[in-house]
């Protein structure tokens, strides 16, 4: 059969990574392998959600291997992906599998060893679950390392390469709701884990880094522990625009919502990134109208278009869309929030100076 010709195939054969890599998962549980299961029929993203599947639906890489220390997921994930080349020691498979891309889908606690091991074990790419770490000293450590070994570190925040988002990134870019000023969100989430999503999601949307946090956690209690707790607060970035969070139990029921306003319009995401609407004022009248925001035009899943991207990012030398240091802000963010709090609800300048405070 003869190769597709044709305008459209080359649009979107153009946004392949330009080689072939090897890919390999550590970690066999539920975001590295499973997740899917939970989530069928869901509208909120296109499947797949779970690393090792996006990293068979993704151009440019073939997942070859995978690491866990318990047999019972491995024999699991060769179960599902019938791969063979399985290891209870990750060292071990990266040396004799020549892996170019981790998808590194461990809990919180061992990540930061492990992402320093593997920069040191000469890997191309590293592509890290979030929370990215337990403290800031280990965030501190995973950039570090990847940056001695000319490691790409991106964390799998995939909402950053969600089509729709990128989709309003853009009509921000062209005036559509006049320059962006402020950002709110909606989420019952936790500060470290599903907020970390929000986040980085908000610090791509920014373009500039945070610069310092106000926070109010729900009680004094909740404050005072090391735990991975909601907390409401307000982020000023260095360019001004400025990020209000509402993360409380009683905004559940509203699911979780962002909303990005300009001097002239806002962007509106709904139900949990199910929704999305554009305000603008009537041409005529003036008064606030809305419209749909324009869907993708080749609709895919977040998380194979970050594999994807984390590829392309091999190929050009850096990360943009959401590097490691993005992961170490939303961490910050968080712990700066919990703060404040502490220290009597004051402002709290970015970075942090005890590199040992923990959240998780």
């Known amino acids: 059969m003869a190769e597709p010709k044709g305008k459209a195939f080359q649009t979107v054969r153009d946004t392949a990574p330009q080689n072939t890599y090897r890919g390999a998962v550590i970690g066999c549980g539920r975001m590295g392998s499973t997740i ?99 403290t800031l000293a280990e965030a501190d450590a995973m950039i570090n390392a990847c940056a001695k070994n000319n490691v790409i570190l991106s964390m799998a925040c995939h909402l950053n390469w969600y089509s729709y988002y990128t989709n309003a990134r853009q009509l921000i870019a062209d005036g559509t709701i006049g320059p962006l000023k402020t950002m709110i969100c909606h989420s019952p989430s936790s500060l470290s884990n599903i907020q ?39 982020i000023v970035y260095e360019n001004g625009i400025r990020t209000i969070l509402n993360s409380r139990s009683e905004t559940r029921p509203f699911a979780w919502s962002l909303e990005f306003i300009g001097e002239t319009g806002r962007i509106i995401s709904r139900n949990a990134h199910a929704q999305f609407e554009i305000w603008t004022p009537h041409p005529e009248t003036g008064a606030p109208t809305q419209t749909h925001l324009p869907g993708p035009w080749h609709p895919r899943s977040s998380m194979v278009d970050a594999i994807e991207g984390v590829c392309r990012s091999i190929e050009q030398g850096r990360e943009d869309i959401c590097p490691g240091e993005f992961g170490r802000e939303a961490l910050e963010i968080g712990i700066a929030i919990r703060e404040s709090h502490r220290r009597g609800n004051i402002r709290i300048d970015l970075p942090l100076e005890d590199r040992n405070l923990r959240m998780g």
């Open 36 to 134: 899917d299961d939970e989530h069928i029929g869901m509208p909120h993203y296109p499947w797949p959600w779970a690393h090792a599947p996006a990293m068979i639906e993704a151009r440019g890489i073939n997942l070859v291997a995978a690491a866990d220390d318990d047999p019972i997921k491995l024999e699991d994930f060769k179960q599902r992906w019938g791969v063979s080349a399985l290891y209870t020691d990750y060292r071990e498979m990266v040396e004799k599998e020549q892996i170019d891309v981790v998808c590194l889908t461990t809990r919180p606690e061992p990540r930061a060893e492990i992402t320093v091991n593997l920069a040191e074990l000469g890997v191309k790419a590293i592509f890290a679950t979030k929370p990215m770490c337990r």
């Open 196 to 234: 970390s999503h929000t986040l980085t999601l908000l610090r791509l949307f920014a373009d500039a880094p945070a610069q310092w946090v106000f926070g109010l956690i729900d009680t004094d209690k909740q404050a005072q522990s090391n735990a991975d707790i909601p907390g409401s607060g307000i």
